[in-house]
Every structure is written in C-alpha cells, then in structure tokens.
C-alpha cells in the first residue's frame, strides 16, 4: 500500500545492538519454529561473534545467514527477483548461508511472492509479528495488536493532527485488509476489503494498523504519532504511504531473532540488506547491515554499508564480493 511521502533526513531511531528477547512482547501462537536452513545474513558488528553451533563457519566469510527485505530490496519494483540476484543466494546457500525473508507484509500478501521464489522456509512477516513456515504453509508464531488500545491511540492521534484515513491488518494466514475511505493504494494488486464504519475495523483480531493524514507526509506523521501515543503503540514507516502503528516492542529483530535461534544462528552471524526505517531494528540486531542505495536516510544513517539499488542487484552485489573473498 503506499500514498504520499514526505522524506526526511531525520535522526536515526535508538537501540542497541543486544539481541532482543523475543517473548518479550504478549504473542499469541507457539515458538516451535522447524529447523529449516532458511534465512539471510544481517548487521550487528558491535556483537562478539561466535557462540552457536558452526560459529562463523561459511563460504560467506562470518555470516550463515542472509535476512533480506521484500519491497526496494530484493523485489524490483515489478515484484521480481533477478536472475543475477537469484543466483547470488543461491551461491551463498551453496556455501552455508541460508536465506530468510523479514517483510513488513503480512502473510497473505507474501504468500504469491514466496510462491513465485519457490520458496520453502520461514519467513518473518508483518513487522515481525508473524513467523510462517512457507513450505508447510503455517503460521508459527502471532503477535496481535490490543485493539481496545489501538482505538485509544489513534483517538489521541486524531485529537491532535485531525482526522485520518485507516487500514488495519488482521490476523491469520488468510487475515484480510480492511481499507477506510480516503486511504490511498498505490499497489492495487494487493487485495483489501472496503469499509465504512470503522466499528468494522475493530471487529477482529489485528496485527496492525495503517494511518495516513491528507497533509502530513510519512515522516511527520509517524513524528506526530509518537509525540503523542508513542506510550502506547510503536510506529514505523514501511514504504511510501505506509505509516503503521503496531504493539509495542514489535519490530523486526524480534521476529528474526525468533527464526535464527531455532536455525541456532546468532546476530553476529546474520548479514541483513534493507531499505526503509522499518528496518533500522533489524540492523541493530544482525551482525552487518546493508542499506540499498534507494533507502531512506534514516536506515543508511545506522548501516554498515550501501550498496546499488533494489533496481540494480544490490544484494547480489554484496553477496558476490563476499563469496569472492571467501573463496
């Protein structure tokens, strides 16, 4: 989903480079993640490396695991995956070094994608909220969001901006995404439900909400919303148009820490490639954090490195320099 954007160069969001607990935070759904060699490597170069089992030992130089975000990082804006950039993971699963989507995207808009990769392990969608094992089609792991707290938030919100437009996911491999009037789709492809009394909105289990104000651009809007409800909820921009407002404590880390330790993967381990704010706990986390040349500047601000664009086979880019250097 995406609508207006108004990028700015502001700070970087706190954290530190400790491994999240994941339980940290009310789930619903079992941590009983299978042990498929499925993931991506991702940024944590402040963390000691070595403490799981085969502790730095790949053809990938010090990561077994690539993590890698779907939308301006591993997908074209078409929603395809090169073949040079297919072929870099390949090598580097060939190597040792599995492969991990971690996604804003809640299951049942990630689904075709997995599908069109051939695609089998877990997967971290919708902000961490959700672990899904791809190949047994399963949800593993869900995080919802209060609902009775949720309307609280964005009550408080709409006393101070005005008055919003509104999306919420709900829950469930199948949870569908109910859009209110006035939210803008740039992707029409995704399918969504209409609505127009918001009581609908609250009617069922959430992992997420999705605001978007008619003057505000991203950036002030997720600023505004933290002012004011950032006791509340957690909010992040996803993409453009994508402001959400998830439970507290929810980010990516937390659902990739959850996929790595069953994978017996440490941070330190893990090399991560994104682009967008929403991605910033995950470079946190992860061993070495790759922001792609299209990132929004508060990711690249907190990256390790950058490389090309999603466009121009970043991930490839890196993963070729670093077989090559391990070879």
Known sequence: ???????????????????PSPGAATASGRADLPGQAVGAPGRGARKTPGAGEGAGASGLGPYRLVATDLDG????????V???TRAALEAAAGRGAAHIVVTGRAVPWTRHILAELDYHGLAVCSQGAQVYDAGADRLLTSMTLDRMLAERALAVIEEQVGQLALAVSRD????????????????????VVPFTDRSEAWAEPLTKLYVQHPALGDDELAMAVRA??????????????????????????????????????????TIAFGDMPNDVPMFRWAGHGVAMANG???????????????????????????????S
């Open 228 to 269: 004011v409800a950032g006791q509340l909820v957690d909010v992040v921009v996803s993409g453009e148009g994508l402001v959400e407002l998830l439970p507290l404590g929810l980010n990516k880390a937390r659902g990739l820490s959850l996929a790595a330790r069953r994978l017996r993967v440490r941070a330190a381990e």
């Open 296 to 326: 929004h500047p508060e990711l690249i601000a907190v990256a390790d490195e950058v490389t090309a664009s999603h466009e121009e086979d970043g991930i490839a880019v890196v993963l070729e320099r670093l077989l090559t250097e391990a």
């Open 73 to 80: 990082t591993l997908l074209r804006a078409d929603e395809t």
């Open 82 to 84: 090169s073949g040079r």
């Open 1 to 19: 989903m995406s609508g207006r954007s108004a990028r700015s160069n502001g700070p970087a969001g706190s954290g530190g480079a400790a491994e």
């Open 172 to 191: 469930g491999l199948d949870g569908e995404v109910l859009v209110g009037p006035g939210y803008g789709l740039a992707e029409q492809r995704l399918a």
